[in-house]
């Protein structure tokens, strides 16, 4: 009898910290105007992000230190609330979501991290929910 071989991929989360500058550019709109207690709001926000990411790899012969740099884009949609009784002080809660990931980092000749010498790309998700408490003064 003839066997037929199978093949079967893994995949694994490697928790790593990757400090990130992340930008926001975007828009609020009021939807709801409550005259001396709150405004509710909407808003989106297109999200720039640059990432550092250094290893310290314990390579046979001594250590492996490398530093690698990512850059993307993404995006925030989120919802507002906040006071309009203390004027010109506003105090507010936002609650959201951003997806934003990078999905490349490469070192200064160009060469693209992979982990452990793989064939799997190194990226870094920061998407997921988010709430702020914020204050601003109006102008």
Do not use: W
């Not at 009021?30 to 709001?41: R, Y």
């Not at 001594?62 to 203390?86: P, T, V, W």
Request: proline share 1%; net charge negative; aromatic share 12%.
């Amino acid at each position: 009898a003839e066997s037929k071989g199978t093949s079967s991929t893994l995949s694994y989360i490697l928790l790593c910290r990757a400090p990130s500058d992340i930008y926001t550019v975007g828009a609020i709109v009021s939807l709801l105007k409550i005259e001396n207690v709150l405004d509710l709001c909407v808003g989106s926000n297109l999200c720039f992000a640059e990432s550092v990411f250094g290893t310290n790899e314990d390579a046979r012969r001594g250590r492996l230190l490398s530093e690698f740099k990512g850059k993307d884009e993404g995006f925030e949609l989120y919802a507002e609330a906040h006071s309009n009784f203390l004027n010109p002080i506003e105090v507010g809660f936002q609650l959201g979501y951003r997806g934003l990931a990078l999905k490349t980092f490469k070192d200064k000749t160009g060469d693209e991290a992979l982990f452990n010498n793989s064939s799997i790309k190194m990226e870094m998700d920061y998407s997921g929910a988010f709430f702020y408490f914020t204050t601003a003064i109006r102008l």
